[in-house]
C-alpha cells in the first residue's frame, strides 16, 4: 500500500467508516478494530452494497433503471435493489 492508500483507510476509520483487511492478495474480510499491520496486511474501505431503483409495469417488464430514488409514471411500480453478499 502506498502512503497516500494508508492514510486514506486510517482517515476513513477514524471518521467511522467500516474497513476490511486481506493477507496481501487473498479475499478481504470485515475488521471491526483493526491494529494496523501493514507489513503484514492490506486494508481497504468496506464498500457499501450496490442499490439500484428499477420501475416496472404490471407485465413485470422494466422501463428505466438509476442508482437515485424517483418517482415512475403513472401505472409503474418502483423496486429497490440491494447487492448481497454471498
Known amino acids: 500500500m502506498t502512503h497516500d492508500e494508508i ?3 486510517i482517515q476513513h ?3 467511522g467508516g467500516k474497513v476490511q483487511y486481506s493477507c496481501k492478495n487473498d479475499d478481504y474480510d470485515d ?5 494496523w499491520n501493514f507489513a503484514m ?10 442499490v439500484l431503483y428499477a420501475d ?5 417488464n422494466s422501463h428505466f433503471c438509476s442508482r437515485e430514488k424517483y418517482t415512475p ?3 409503474r411500480k418502483l423496486r429497490k435493489f440491494v447487492e ?3
Open 56 to 60: 416496472f409495469n404490471d407485465n413485470e
Open 73 to 75: 409514471p403513472f401505472g
Open 31 to 35: 475488521v471491526p478494530d483493526p491494529t
Open 84 to 86: 448481497v453478499e454471498e
Open 7 to 9: 492514510i486514506a483507510v
Open 13 to 15: 476509520h477514524k471518521n
Open 41 to 50: 496486511f492490506d486494508y481497504r474501505a468496506k464498500q457499501e452494497p450496490c
